[in-house]
């Protein structure tokens, strides 16, 4: 009897999935998504047969294909030569059938499932709370869609990663000349500007599997399932080489070891430590790891043969916030000079570029308006305050000391060589700081930078703005070390007054040399004015015109 009922489910379940399948074949939507642009272009060449206006969208029958746009993106005036067929919702009725299937195969499947499973449940949940901080042994890879072209604005980042991707495209090529795989590649910047997707465009380039984890995910209540993570990890992209384990926040399981006792954070470290550092063989596996607090990280993973690459991701230029803008709005209906908006949005990262497009684009659907215009972009730009530098609220006013501030420490650490590569309008420091033993003059090359941009206002403007503070403190540290520790001033002990006599005398070198380069200054300000960074070899360049 009990069998005869269980080929009778059998039956019925087999029926109902074959109901099923019909009606899915009957309802699916088969219509292609299109954009406005492809819309007019179709309806503007007369070559749509029918067109039919639903509450969500409009449908475009050609003698080819079938397509649909949003109806909120469609202007009245586009359908003006065509009749437009309504929906009249023929098919609620099939719809309503279809739930109810659905809902009574689902009801005896369950009363089946709850009979055989009653007494497995009351076993296996007084192991489910140990079991469930374990991983199940099988890490699997995510397929990467994103590619470089989908990411505006990363010119430079693309360059650095180019020579990896052709590396796992290409392995034999460098194996004849000797050369290693880089094992790890660390991405440093700030929140938003990209470098999960910029992992995903590498793997997606590549053409390798792509296994991701937050650093987070490794830190464990019990001591040893963070490196039981960490290797069945590694395991999973060996077994699958050549592939990219990608680490977001890093520094959450790779903080420096400060002498606090953790054994199970420094178990999960130590064992990243041995997986790339090659006493497995993890050939063929590179570690993109991202963070945005390099400062914190165990000198242990950040030293040669762990991490050989690191790529600086800065918050973008203002061209490279028109290259971003431009892809967020392509798919968006828009009547918007794109210039403007990068205009003002100084300080956005990439995160917040998608957040106002996307703002300024419900703005418009509350509106009811057909196009997205710069005036949503002009209402919604308060709100999106998420990346955001102060820069961006300066006055045009502030904004002009603000760049004379600027280009006169580019022009300062340019002329005494000072370590800088690209100068940001949206970067405070110029230059890193450093304990390393330094020459008189190289101090002093030091101070005269940090008052560079004081002295560069005050010739100007006769006055500079507060901002100068983070820069002053770090002239004043400096010269009292100068004086009362590494005995550079007059003698080895230092004088009364003696810092402040020293102070005025770097000023005034400073002051000497901004004047005698006005003309460099108001060529450094436009190039800070149109691009809002300016690199290290072109302040030279403009230096040497007229040395």
Do not use: W
């Not at 392509?330 to 210039?339: A, E, L, T």
């Not at 659907?365 to 961006?392: A, N, P, S, Y």
């Amino acid at each position: 009897m009990q069998e005869s009922n269980s080929n009778r489910v059998v039956l019925y379940v087999s029926a109902f999935l074959v109901v099923i399948l019909v009606l899915f074949a009957i309802l699916r939507d088969n219509a292609e998504l299109i954009t406005m642009s492809q819309a007019s272009e179709l309806l503007g060449s007369l070559s749509v047969k029918s067109v039919t206006v639903s509450d969500e969208y409009i449908y475009l029958k050609t003698d080819e294909n079938f397509y649909k746009i949003v109806s909120s993106q469609v202007s009245p005036n586009l359908l003006k030569d065509y009749e437009v067929e309504v929906d009249s919702g023929s098919n609620i009725l099939v719809y309503f059938l279809f739930t109810v299937l659905v809902l009574g195969i689902g009801s005896l499947a369950f009363r089946q499932y709850q009979k055989k499973s009653l007494h497995v449940d009351s076993q296996t949940t007084s192991n489910s709370s140990m079991l469930g901080t374990e991983l199940s042994g099988v890490v699997e890879a995510i397929k990467s869609d994103i590619t470089f072209d989908d990411i505006g604005g990363i010119s430079d980042v693309k360059m650095e990663l180019e020579e990896i991707i052709d590396f796992m495209r290409n392995p034999k090529r460098y194996k004849t000349f000797g050369a290693r795989m880089p094992r790890g590649v660390l991405l440093v910047g700030p929140p938003g500007v990209g470098k999960t997707m910029i992992a995903k465009a590498v793997a997606h380039e590549a053409g390798v599997p792509f296994y991701y984890q937050s650093g987070a995910s490794f830190v464990q209540i019990y001591v040893g399932m963070g490196a039981k993570r960490v290797h069945d990890l590694f395991q999973a992209a060996k077994n699958n080489s050549p592939s990219i384990i990608f680490i977001d926040e890093i520094d959450a399981v790779g903080k420096k070891r400060d002498g606090v006792r953790n054994d199970e954070r420094e178990a999960t470290l130590n064992q990243l430590l041995t997986e790339m550092d090659g006493f497995e063989n993890s050939s063929g596996v590179i570690v993109v790891a991202a963070t945005n607090q390099i400062d914190v990280l165990d000198s242990a993973l950040l030293r040669s043969g762990r991490f050989d690459r690191r790529v600086f991701v800065e918050l973008p230029t203002k061209r490279e916030r028109e290259s971003i803008l431009v892809k967020y709005l392509d798919k968006v209906p828009n009547d918007v000079d794109v210039q403007a908006v990068a205009n003002m949005t100084v300080g956005f990262n990439g995160a917040s570029l998608a957040a106002l497009v996307n703002e300024a684009s419900l703005l418009a659907i509350r509106g009811h308006d057909f196009q997205v215009t710069i005036e949503h972009f002009h209402h919604v730009k308060d709100k999106v305050m998420f990346g955001k530098k102060k820069l961006q609220i300066l006055s045009e006013k502030q904004k002009k000391y603000h760049i004379t501030y600027q280009a006169a420490k580019a022009i300062c650490a340019s002329y005494y060589d000072l370590p800088f590569e690209k100068l940001m309008l949206s970067n405070e420091k110029l230059t890193p700081s450093t304990d390393e033993p330094l020459i008189q003059h190289e101090l002093e090359s030091r101070v005269k930078m940090f008052l560079a941009g004081v002295v560069a206002c005050n010739i100007k403007y006769g006055e500079h703005t507060s901002s100068a503070k983070l820069d002053l403190d770090e002239a004043k540290v400096l010269v009292e070390k100068m004086t009362k520790e590494y005995g550079m001033g007059e003698g080895l002990l230092s004088k009364d007054k003696e810092e402040e006599i020293f102070m005025a005398k770097l000023y005034d070198e400073t002051t000497s040399l901004l004047s005698s380069m006005s003309g460099v200054i108001s060529k450094v300000e436009a190039i800070l004015l149109e691009r809002e960074s300016i690199t290290k070899v072109d302040v030279k360049k403009l230096i040497d015109e007229v040395l």
